[in-house]
């Protein structure tokens, strides 16, 4: 009798991780999105985001700063410079002694190297260069990092992604773990994957990057959304990208 | 200026049907929302829209508040010799923008 229960109960664990990512099975938000959704992203002369893209790929080559260097100055031909870049973002910087995102990176090589004056957060400018750089990368599988000094931020961040927070005291992985693929409320709750940012969202009617999606799920349990220079949201970024590795990047994307 | 893309084969046959899609960004403000502190939000959105090829009408919108921000179009047309696809469209505040392609016709 003892036996059986105790089997019960493996079995019970057995399921249980099973559900929680077991390295395949991880979908894409895409595949959970409608079919016009999906042709939407699919033809990118219907896809909005390239008009985000095709601001970016202006900036690019555009001089900026002190120094009148463009991107293009020191990368060159994007094509080229910075294919897969953007799979392994979230990465470690060694001189800052923490993990940075596409778009601190991005900010770095302005302020510091440029001399020019740092993008706003959300700005147009920033969502272009971002998705235009992440553009370059499309087709490829995520690959973040998880070894080596990187590490301590991913526990922080699998912390992070497994606490209760605000009024509702939900966790990320109440839903997105334990719940994904059943619905809240009209829509499919996805895995959380963040292999198309920045994207496009319907509902937003423009281009969004993974920290307003944050910002959204965090308001959404009625937290107080941390601020866009947290250390805690590029754990959580590191987290999930992590989480996401395997699936192809998709950036431009577009959600509901 | 807002951002436009023309997509649009470069090359087309004479008289052979091809496909034209436009994206533009633009906020398509309805003039129906309120901001935080209760003002309504002038409307702002393109209310005409003409295409043309190589001088001549191919397609003309009337746009309505009902469409949403960054508005899509496609539709199909023809063309009996080379020349500019151009877009015009003119919004609530009065500009009017025009941007165009080359397409060659063989």
Known sequence: MIRQATLAVAVMLALG????????????????????TRAMQDDDAANPGFLWVAQGEALWSAPAG???????????????AMRGVATRYPMFDSTLGRPITLEGRIQQCRTERQ??????????????????????SRGMPMAVAEDGPVRPFLDAGRRL????????NLSCAQCHDRLAGQRLAGSTIPQAHPNGYPLYRLEWQGMGSLYRRLRNCLTGVRAEPFPPDAPELVALSLYLAWRANGLTVETPAVRP | ?????INAPKQVRVREPFEVKLLINHPMESGQ????FGQAIPREIIHTLVCSMDGEDVFQADLFPAISANPFLA????AARSGALMVRFTDDQGTTQTDSIAISVA
Do not use: N
Not at chain 1, 17 to 36: F, P
Not at chain 1, 115 to 136: H, K, N
């Open chain 1, 17 to 36: 991780t099973g559900i929680v990512l077991a390295g395949d099975g991880k979908r894409s938000g895409y595949d959970d999105a409608s079919t016009e």
């Open chain 1, 66 to 80: 002190a120094s009148s260097r463009s991107c293009a100055g020191c990368h060159g031909d994007t094509a080229a």
């Open chain 1, 115 to 136: 001399g020019a004056p740092a993008l706003p957060v959300e700005s147009d400018a920033m969502l272009g260069l971002t998705a235009y750089v992440g553009l370059q």
């Open chain 1, 161 to 168: 992604f497994e606490t209760r927070m605000g009024q509702f």
């Open chain 2, 1 to 5: 200026m807002v951002r436009v893309l």
């Open chain 2, 33 to 36: 929302r309120r901001d935080t």
């Open chain 2, 75 to 78: 539709f199909w047309a023809v």
